[in-house]
């Protein structure tokens, strides 16, 4: 099992890697919580995650509320096949800010 980890890329994106699960999402919940207080605007690369299951997504859509609540926005970047599979189950894919770069 890969620990998630959320770090700092350039020009302030943010990068989610590792698997997200059950498992790994709590922690990595706290230490999102951290990034949201300095940043106005929250660009989040989801190229390096490795798997993830529905918890994942959960951690996705927090992400969101938290934004919304300390008035950010919030955009994603590169989410995996897997991840947006289960957003179209679910039509979170209709309500998330989701983009590929270009």
């Known amino acids: 099992m ?3 980890e959320i770090t700092e890329v350039s ?7 590792g698997e ?4 790994s999402v709590p922690l990595l919940w706290e230490r999102c919580c951290d990034r949201f207080s300095g940043n106005a605007k929250l ?3 989801l190229s390096g995650v490795q798997r993830s299951d529905s918890a994942g997504l959960a951690l996705l859509v927090e992400c969101v509320r938290q ?3 300390t008035g ?17 189950v679910s039509s979170l894919d209709q309500v998330l800010p989701l983009h590929r770069d270009t």
């Open 2 to 4: 890969s620990e998630a």
């Open 11 to 17: 020009g302030g994106r943010l990068a989610i890697n």
């Open 20 to 23: 997200l699960t059950f498992a």
């Open 43 to 45: 660009d989040i690369d």
């Open 67 to 69: 934004a919304h609540q």
């Open 72 to 88: 950010k926005s919030i955009r994603f970047f590169n989410i995996p096949a897997q991840m947006l599979a289960i957003a179209r």
